[in-house]
């Protein structure tokens, strides 16, 4: 693995604050990380967030996009 650097670069957001339970998960795809986190205990019901590591020498996070994860079931129901 000869010219190829690694390093940490931090979550966009703290799976250990205030005592939720949070669940983290990274890929790559389309030539960036993504961050996929699930939150069990928002006071609206389960949500799920999309991050993309959009530059790696700021580790500059940008929410993509996030959803209840009750309004996906409703949505799929009302099919």
């Given amino acids: 693995m000869q010219g190829k650097t690694r390093r940490a670069i931090a979550a966009p957001v703290k799976t250990q604050e205030s005592g939720n339970r949070l669940e983290g998960h990274i890929f790559q795809s389309q030539g960036h990380l993504h961050y996929i986190l699930l939150n069990s205990d928002d006071e ?18 940008v929410l993509k996009h996030a959803v209840c994860i009750l309004d996906l079931f409703e949505v799929m129901r009302s099919r």
């Fill in 44 to 61: 609206q019901g389960p949500k799920m967030s999309a991050w993309v590591l959009e530059d790696y020498n700021t580790e500059e996070w």
